[in-house]
């Protein structure tokens, strides 16, 4: 279980929003601007206020590790393996036909990514509702005195 510890900015009885600090981790991450914007030591992070958080208060998040897993191996290695495939096929399928086949190898390769892109943004639906594993839960509402709070000050 991944879990990063937070100040509740907004609280809901719904939902709340949680200032999380980037953890050390995410200094290395490539990917580190996809998760809010390239400036800033915090990230806002929505999350369905399950324990009654109230604004203020100091929550821990958490997200299943192999929904982390998953969701990195479908979001690279998916499109990657549509490209390799696509354009295996678009070679084997122009080799008979035409003089050079790179140019429907190519072709074929970026149809079939294009494609396992449109497959994974069909999944990222069906992972973003609130009954699902892959979005980050309030696992506990934690003691005052637990944890420095996250600055909010973006300097």
């Known amino acids: 279980m991944l879990t990063e510890t937070g100040v509740v900015e907004k609280a809901s009885p719904e939902t709340a929003v949680v200032l999380v600090e980037r953890s050390s981790a995410c200094e290395h991450c490539r990917s580190r601007g996809a998760c809010e914007t390239f400036s800033g030591r915090t990230m806002r992070v929505e999350v369905e ?15 299943p590790a192999a929904s982390v897993l998953k969701l990195s ?16 096929v ?4 122009a080799e008979g036909v035409v003089e050079d086949p790179t140019p429907y190898a190519l072709v074929a390769g970026v149809l079939a ?6 497959l994974v943004r069909r999944f990222e ?9 892959y979005l980050p839960r309030m696992s506990r509402v ?5 944890g420095d709070p996250p600055s909010c000050d973006n300097r």
Do not use: C, H, Q, T
């Open 142 to 146: 934690l003691p005052a005195s637990e």
């Open 113 to 118: 990514m294009v494609g396992a892109f449109l």
């Open 49 to 63: 206020n399950e324990l009654g958080a109230a604004e203020g208060d100091r929550v821990e998040i958490s997200v």
């Open 125 to 133: 639906r069906s992972a973003s509702r609130p009954s699902s594993d």
């Open 90 to 93: 678009g070679e084997l399928w």
């Open 73 to 88: 191996f479908l979001v690279y290695l998916v499109p990657v393996a549509a490209l390799v495939a696509g354009a295996y």
